[in-house]
């Protein structure tokens, strides 16, 4: 399985953007998936995670109201919509597949395939 993340970018504070998460090598529709960033100098950190139906979805507190986690099985692809951005929110944005079907939410030593990351930064 490959995952292919994109939609970064450089934004202004009060922004948004859309991150979309491409998988190939078979179909995700089974998998539990999950955003996770990392800033320079600081562990990576769970951001959204959504199991493989779409029926449960989890966030990071910072998060809350701000960040959407979706997906599209029929495309097999997962996006975060990122509202309301600000320069905390600065990172690289890793998308993550669990094969368990079991939902694991922030929990990233669960997760079996990472996207290579895309970067967001967010200027004041």
């Known amino acids: 399985v490959q995952l292919q993340a994109s939609g970064g970018g450089l934004v202004q504070a009060g922004g948004s953007l859309r991150l979309s998460c491409a998988a190939s090598?078979?179909?995700?529709?089974?998998?539990?998936m999950g955003w996770f960033r990392q800033a320079p100098g600081k562990e990576r950190e769970f951001v959204a995670a959504?199991?493989?139906?779409?029926?449960?979805?989890g966030y990071a507190e910072f998060v809350k109201g701000r960040f959407t986690i979706s997906r599209d099985n029929a495309k097999n692809t997962l996006y975060l919509q990122m509202n309301s951005l600000n320069p905390e929110d600065t990172a690289v944005y890793y998308c993550?597949?669990?094969?368990?079907?079991?939902?694991?939410?922030?929990?990233?030593?669960?997760?079996?395939?990472w996207g290579q990351g895309t970067q967001v930064t967010v200027s004041s």
């Open positions: 959504i199991s493989w139906s779409g029926g449960t979805t």
């Open positions: 993550a597949a669990d094969r368990s079907g079991i939902y694991h939410g922030s929990n990233y030593k669960m997760y079996d395939y």
């Open positions: 090598g078979r179909t995700l529709s089974t998998y539990g």
